[in-house]
């Protein structure tokens, strides 16, 4: 199923009780996993896209208040800016890769800075990209100063599994979910971006990368799953098997 939205497209991949949607934005994705009347967040969106989360929230017949805990990726500020205003408003748990956490709490930054990006900058795609991204707050420094590592047993709606998946940033994770037939990927596997002329799946852009020989290490790691559908951090849902996006990525980035 896609729904079309003015601010994003949701799609869903049902398993037993449970439900997740992939919502998809021309700046970034989240996914919900609902549960009955609970609901798992992973991610969030720019600063400026919590308004959004909670209209998607809204649109699969839950509400924000039923959000029983949330996940984090990687912190960099496309995926943690929204979940970090919606965990204030809400006072929902954020769990992560114990890694993670001091980089959500914004004891350090491993995030494309100036020096990154001004070698590129003149490239059209990323001129179109930095219009998009500035005015949802791209520049935005804060962090979650209540970020958790994960719990063990990590009990939320949707069962979600946490895969390691570092590279991106050092803490970087993805998770299974569906019944294990979804892998929310975050940015270790993504299926566009607006600075990349790639359609499909592929590795991002080594601008963005904390660790780029990890990073790849990770999608060789993918290519071993059984998961048929990708959820990833940027682009479309793909439904060509989560081993076979991860090879195509490889040969193309």
Not at 136 to 157: H, Q, W
Request: net charge negative.
């Amino acid at each position: 199923m896609i729904v079309p939205r003015s601010k994003f497209q949701i799609t869903r991949v049902d398993a037993g009780s449970s439900t997740a949607y992939l919502v998809h934005s021309d700046a970034v994705n989240w996914i919900l996993l609902q549960e009955g009347s609970d609901i798992t967040l992973i991610d969030g969106g720019y600063p400026g896209q919590a308004s959004a989360v909670e209209e998607s929230i809204r649109h699969i017949g839950a509400r924000p208040e039923d959000i029983r805990g949330a996940l984090l990726t990687h912190a960099h500020v496309d995926h943690l800016g929204g979940l970090a205003t919606l965990q204030a408003r809400y006072g929902f748990d954020v769990y992560m890769d114990p890694v993670e956490v001091a980089h959500a709490k914004r004891e350090y930054l491993q995030q494309a800075g100036p020096a990154d990006i001004v070698p590129i900058a003149y490239k059209p795609r990323v001129i179109r990209w930095l219009a998009l991204v500035t005015p949802l707050g791209v520049l935005s420094r804060k962090g979650i100063p209540e970020a958790k590592p994960f719990p063990e047993p990590l009990d939320l709606p949707g069962r979600p599994v946490p895969v390691a998946a570092h590279g991106h940033t050092d803490g970087h994770s993805a998770y299974l979910a569906a019944d294990g037939a979804v892998l929310v990927s975050g940015d270790a596997l993504v299926s566009g971006h607006p600075i990349s002329a790639i359609a499909g799946p592929q590795c991002i852009s080594n601008a963005f990368q904390h660790d780029v020989d990890t990073a790849r290490r990770t999608v060789e790691a993918f290519a071993d799953l059984d998961a048929t559908t990708l959820f990833p951090g940027h682009g479309p849902q793909y439904d060509g098997g989560v081993a076979t996006a991860a090879r195509r990525a490889l040969e193309v980035s």
